[in-house]
């Protein structure tokens, strides 16, 4: 791979053409940050604010990041051509090995928002060998039954497509006070996606299937990700209830589900310092960045830790995580991290 791939590429995959953005230089064999946006937004719309948190430079400094928009979602994109067949979920998570190979990265760790974070744990579950880790905000592992199929049909034939789209990407709350995020990110969808495209890609991300993993020992054949995942969801998202499912079916001892407070439904967007922070201690648990600074999510994982050791061990949700200062060390604890 050369020096820097830095700027914006077209790439060619078996599934067809994608567009992805590299941000820096190949940092000797440390993985490469690939990042996977959610229906209705591209990686701007999705990303920009969380990667561009002033925090976030002590981590980009020691990573090569990568953009993946899905086919026709980026900005300024030519409309697709009528009967033009978009991939399927699988489909989108195969045309990842495409990038990687292309750009020369041993593997990646990806940050994937909801139908992203339901691509990237595909990927994962077919590809482990080139997945370190994920972040996953907002995935639902569920498939759409006919019902949810229908209501989503309905919805669309009776309001716009932001309109359709926005109640899957914030809460209620957000919706109802109409809040300028919301404003600005209605205005966003309308004019900067193109809405012929996004209706293919919100069509098939609600035709997707079940992601089929289940935690081992609780079904025969059980397929489960392999990597260190960290699940963050905001508290009253819609996708609340998807979170807590995913939580259920991953191996406890590398899961940590955090779970945000007054972060609305885009917790990258509300709260992007302290989903930096997670981050970062999430990529010291696998042995990145031991020196970097913890102050905030540290002192937030000690209460929790203190409060959890109190409890009385049956909270079906907890989850596990190393907790060593240095990220090296192993899995010691068993917490629900809210913050």
């Known amino acids: 791979m050369p020096e820097c791939w830095d ?3 077209d790439i060619e995959t078996p599934y067809g053409m994608l567009h992805v953005v590299i941000r820096g230089a190949p940092k ?5 940050i690939l990042t996977y946006h959610d229906v209705g937004l591209n990686h701007k719309l999705c990303f920009n604010t969380f990667f561009n948190n002033e ?6 400094k020691h990573f090569v990041v990568c953009h993946v928009d899905a086919p026709g979602q980026q900005i300024g ?3 697709l051509p009528q009967g033009y067949q978009y991939p399927t979920m699988d489909q989108l998570a195969g ?14 760790v990806g940050i994937g928002v909801g139908a992203g974070a339901y691509i990237l ?3 994962a579950l077919i590809f482990p060998d080139l997945v370190e880790g994920l972040v996953l905000l907002n995935i639902d592992p569920n498939g759409k039954g006919w ?3 229908a209501a989503t049909k309905l919805s669309g034939l009776t309001s716009a497509l932001p309109d359709t789209v926005l109640p899957h990407l914030f809460s209620q709350e957000e919706l109802m006070n109409n809040t300028e995020l919301v404003q600005s990110y209605r205005q966003q969808i309308n004019n900067t ?3 012929f495209n996004l209706q293919l890609f919100w069509n098939m991300y609600n035709s997707r299937r079940d992601l089929e993993m289940n935690r081992s020992g609780t079904v025969i054949n059980a397929k489960t990700l392999k990597c260190p995942v960290m699940l963050v969801v905001g508290d009253n998202a819609p996708a609340e209830e998807g979170v807590v499912e995913c939580n259920s079916k991953l191996d406890p001892t590398n899961t940590t589900f955090l779970k945000m407070a007054d972060s609305g439904g885009l917790p990258q967007l509300t709260q992007p310092g302290k989903l930096t922070e997670a981050f970062k201690y999430f990529l010291q648990g696998m042995g990145y960045m031991p020196s970097a600074s913890m102050t905030r999510l540290a002192r937030s994982r000690t209460a929790s830790l203190t409060s959890a050791s109190s409890m009385d061990g049956s909270r079906s949700r907890a989850c596990t995580h190393s907790d060593s200062t240095e990220g090296v060390g192993t899995v010691t604890h068993t917490m629900e991290v809210s913050c």
Do not use: C, R, Y
């Open 193 to 195: 996606v193109n809405q």
């Open 147 to 149: 019902i949810d199929w």
């Open 55 to 60: 925090d976030m430079q002590e981590i980009t």
């Open 77 to 79: 994109a030519s409309q």
């Open 28 to 32: 000797g064999n440390k993985p490469a």
């Open 7 to 9: 700027g914006e590429h």
């Open 95 to 108: 045309m990842l090995p495409t990038v990687v190979q292309h750009f020369g990265f041993k593997s990646i």
């Open 121 to 123: 744990a595909k990927f």
